[in-house]
Nanobody, 126 residues
Framework: EVQLAESGGGSVQAGGSLTLSCVAS???????MGWFRQAPGKEREGVAS?????????RYADSVKGRFTITLDHAKKTLYLQMHNLTPEDTASYFC???????????????????WGLGTQVTVSS
């Protein structure tokens, strides 16, 4: 099972930006990859996903469209999430995830993913 490690979280003011990174331990991650977040007392929600074999195929939650961008650098085995115009509602722990097998469609459903990182905290203050 691929190991995933997130970094890049932190505390920013509303309107600020952060870029999260997720490094994979090996190349078996090449399928659907995604970013999820979970705020205290709330369920984990899908934020963005990407097809590891067709990088132009991405999917975003409505709440982040136009503000967040997911990218994947195969040479570095690293998944990124660029976040702009952050709001307090974006405060959460952010997790990256990988799905084994064929990526038929980038998914924002957590149960579709096999491997998870431990998460990185993002806090946005007003």
């Amino acid at each position: 099972e691929v190991q995933l490690a997130e970094s890049g979280g932190g505390s920013v003011q509303a309107g600020g930006s952060l870029t999260l990174s997720c490094v994979a331990s090996d190349s078996t991650y090449r399928s659907c990859m995604g970013w999820f977040r979970q705020a205290p007392g709330k369920e984990r929600e899908g934020v963005a996903s990407i097809d590891g074999e067709e990088l132009s195929r991405t999917r975003y939650a409505d709440s982040v469209k136009g503000r967040f961008t997911i990218t994947l650098d195969h040479a570095k085995k690293t998944l990124y999430l660029q976040m702009h115009n952050l709001t307090p509602e974006d405060t959460a722990s952010y997790f990256c995830a990988s799905k084994a097998g064929i990526c038929w469609l980038p998914s924002l459903t957590a149960s579709n993913y096999d491997s998870w990182g431990l998460g990185t905290q993002v806090t946005v203050s007003s």
